[in-house]
């Protein structure tokens, strides 16, 4: 199975900063990699695919880059809405695999 | 509005069993592949189980092959997750996720989840 390592596990940050995190895959995925919104309580919720693509309905403050090994995800100004946590989730080999997450928390 | 909502979840004891739906609307269930994906109680999502569109090709963890049936009935709008010989490891909040069918298929839509908990 690929795995998918993400880092960093948790971040504080404050409203308005910027915010970048990090997955890498076991093995090359092309770009076949998703990142998911969860808050507590809630499902998941499809913020990117194909690595960069934005997921519709979704605040163009997110943006995602990356391929073959190496993906980011990046908040380019936080708001209060977005302390959650974080999967990026690979699609390229079966089985999919998922992240172990980031959680992100207010400064 | 796409629409999945999961029911069936409950306790159940060690070597049970127990059947979970999902119930889709607001868009055509027959198109697409459908996932289950559960999480343990305070840990992070793993994918169990998909099916295609028609029913007739299925795929699981190893931590649930022959235990775990997946199956779906297109005239209903329902995804089934069968579960037999339940572990305490089993427990967690089971998800439904609907395959998109965009490039790298992300899973683009999940229902609320339902929580599976077996114990003694």
């Known amino acids: 199975d690929i795995q998918m390592t993400q880092s960093p596990s948790s971040v504080s940050a404050s409203v308005g900063d910027r915010v970048t995190i990090t997955c890498r895959a076991s093995q090359g995925i092309s770009s076949w990699l998703a990142w998911y919104q969860q808050k507590p309580g809630k499902a998941p919720k499809l913020l990117i695919y194909?690595?960069?693509s934005l997921q519709s309905g979704v605040p163009s403050r997110f943006s995602g880059s990356g391929s073959g090994t190496d993906f980011t995800l990046t908040i380019s100004s936080l708001q209060p809405e977005d302390f959650a946590t974080y999967y990026c989730?690979?699609?390229?080999?079966?089985?999919?695999?998922f992240g172990q997450g980031t959680k992100l928390e207010i400064k | 509005e796409v629409q999945l909502v999961e029911s069936g979840g409950g306790l159940v004891q060690p070597g049970g069993s127990l059947r979970l739906s999902c119930a889709a609307s607001g868009f055509t269930f027959s198109s697409y592949w459908m996932h289950w994906v559960r999480q343990a109680p305070g840990k992070g999502l793993v994918w169990v189980s998909r099916i295609n569109s028609d029913g007739s090709s299925t795929s699981y963890a190893d931590s649930v092959k022959g235990r775990f049936t997946i199956s779906r009935d297109n005239a209903k709008n329902t995804l089934y997750l069968q579960m037999n010989s339940l572990r305490a490891e089993d427990t967690a909040v089971y998800y439904c996720?609907?395959?998109?069918?965009?490039?790298?298929?992300?899973?683009?839509?999940w229902g609320q989840g339902t929580l599976v908990t077996v114990s003694s």
């Open positions: 194909a690595a960069s």
């Open positions: 996720a609907r395959e998109g069918s965009v490039v790298a298929q992300p899973l683009d839509y």
């Open positions: 989730q690979q699609a390229n080999s079966f089985p999919p695999t």
